[in-house]
């Protein structure tokens, strides 16, 4: 019972980070209805941020972990931005398909730029965070586990009143539910879209300091997996539905954990696709979405 | 006899005939032109399933690797009871060859049948999905089976493969896809492609279609992973992952989807040009990523968008 508490507690703090990432992947699916691939390197791009901010700043200090989390969410909401100016605008008519292959060029692009400027060689990430373990019961907590997930809820929290309770928050639901309606109201899709790319870098970049924080060696291709992973949890919760990025995060990750403590732990990372597929084949949109009906 | 035939025999002879003077040619030139020849292959049989039929895989890579493997077994363990002692001489070796090639074609395609039947009721990107997620399991399947050399790989395949055998499958690829697509039966390909509901209002099984060139593709993709594995004579599973696939995706996509002449020029742009940025080896995935956007942004429809045979507008 123990160790399923201990397992469950470490799936969660694990599934926290997918959620945040895969929060990014279904805001930009829902505004512009592709798959965004150069978002998993958005998230290596934060974590690296964090590294380097982390030495100008005193170690493992509560005020330095948050000023580093901030840097690497406004650095990287730039690094969204520019990325949607130059790579994607001038796509906006294009074929899915020609979207998809751009995304994918700019994640090469990004990850072997990383390995150019940063080194291909695994760098060890600091502790940004004081750490300590406290023991409830049986349990062991790690600090970095509170951290993770406390900021997961807050930044969660501070997204739902985005969408939910401002005119951008309003105008990014619009834009989503139908583009054009949106732009004959007098919404201007362009910021609107360029905003929603901000906002979900700077949390793939929060996502990248807290897994790092978890996972202390980052390199440029860190990103893909857990890019792949959160990406699988945005359609398992629903592509495009906010709160179903959340739950599916969650659930794949404690699933995770728990396959990787078992007898079964090679096979992990083909677990997480199985779902994905399992899902796919027998609710198509996911376990929040709603299934559209195409019109001819 | 018909033109297409005429071409193919062609091109098994120039093959035939390039391997018998391959020791007055360039090592390296005849290695890089193998690898352009596999990669025209996967390109081609990719170009079945995406340009063609419209249905958008992320896992080429994962057929491959069944060819790659299944090949490779049947080479390092069935071979040596069919050869014997002496070693078969060298019609018994392109005999044990040939069945290594097929059973590692038809693997691919038995496999391609098993993900195509559940997966290609999905659309767009969540059949992009479902694909990269069959690919990366049969991955992780091919990292956990001890008897096929788990993680570390599978070493120590006869160096089988040479130019003839590869420009001779590339010939049977284009030859097998191109006749499939002209023929009356390849106009479902299309419609498919173009409407599929209006496909399906005038009666034709769609999802027969897709899985028929699914299964066509996966069958070339084993072939070229057959190759690949006994050009190579070291795999392992890393060597299959999704970017990989993305790599066959970008030859088709850059070659002009559904036409076949500009996905082989594309496959032969592709390989070749990492090779030519040999010399600036630690800028050439930077630069290839750069191509990679700033062609989709200047010419989204392709480099090659002439077609042999059509006359300008």
Known sequence: ?296 | MPRPHIALLLTIAASIAVTHFSDSIDAYLLDVAMGVGINVILAVSLNLVTGHTGQFSLGHAGFMAVGAYLSSAVTLHLGPVLLGEEGGGALGQGGVFALALIVGGLCAAVAGLLIGIPSLRLKGDYLALVTLGFGEIIRVIFQNVEWLGGALGLVGMPAYTTFAWTYACVGLAIFAVSCLVNSTYGCGFRATRDDEIAAEAVGLDTTRYKIVAFVVGAFFAGVAGGLFAHFKLTIDPRGFDFLRSIEIVVMVILGGMGNTFGVILAAILLTILPEALREVAEYRMVIYALMLILLMLLRPNGIFTWKPGSRRP
């Open chain 1, 1 to 296: 019972m123990n160790e399923f508490l201990q397992q469950l507690l470490n799936g969660l703090s694990l599934g926290a980070i997918y959620a945040l990432i895969a929060l990014g992947y279904t805001m930009v699916y829902g505004v512009l209805r592709f798959i965004n691939f150069a978002h998993c390197d958005v998230f290596m791009v934060g974590a690296y941020i964090g590294y380097f901010a982390g030495q100008h700043l005193p170690r493992a200090t509560i005020w330095a972990g948050i000023v580093i989390l901030l840097a690497a969410m406004v650095g990287c909401a730039i690094l969204g931005m520019v990325i949607e100016r130059l790579a994607y605008r001038p796509l906006r008519a294009a074929p899915t398909l020609n979207v998809l292959i751009t995304a994918i060029g700019v994640s090469l692009f990004l990850e072997y730029s990383g390995q150019l400027f940063f080194g291909a060689t695994p760098r060890n990430f600091p502790d940004i965070f004081p750490t300590a373990n406290f023991h409830v019961g049986a349990l062991v907590i790690s600090s970095n586990q509170i951290v993770v997930i406390g900021t997961t809820l807050f930044l969660m929290l501070v997204l739902q009143l985005i969408v939910h309770r401002t005119r951008i928050g309003t105008a990014m639901r619009a834009v989503s539910l139908n583009p054009n309606a949106s732009r004959l109201v007098g919404v201007n899709n362009d910021i609107v879209i360029s905003f929603t790319f901000g906002l979900g870098s700077a949390l793939a970049a929060a996502g990248g300091i807290l897994y790092a924080m978890n996972y202390p060696s980052i390199d440029p291709l860190m990103g893909v997996m857990p890019g792949l992973k959160a990406f699988v949890a945005a359609i398992l919760g629903g592509i495009g539905n906010i709160p179903g990025a959340a739950l599916g995060g969650l659930l794949l990750g404690t699933v995770e954990t728990f396959v990787n403590g078992s007898e079964y732990s090679t096979y992990k990372d083909a677990i997480a696709f199985g779902i994905l597929i399992v899902i796919l084949l027998f609710r198509p949109a996911g376990l929040l979405g709603k299934l559209m009906v195409e019109k001819v």
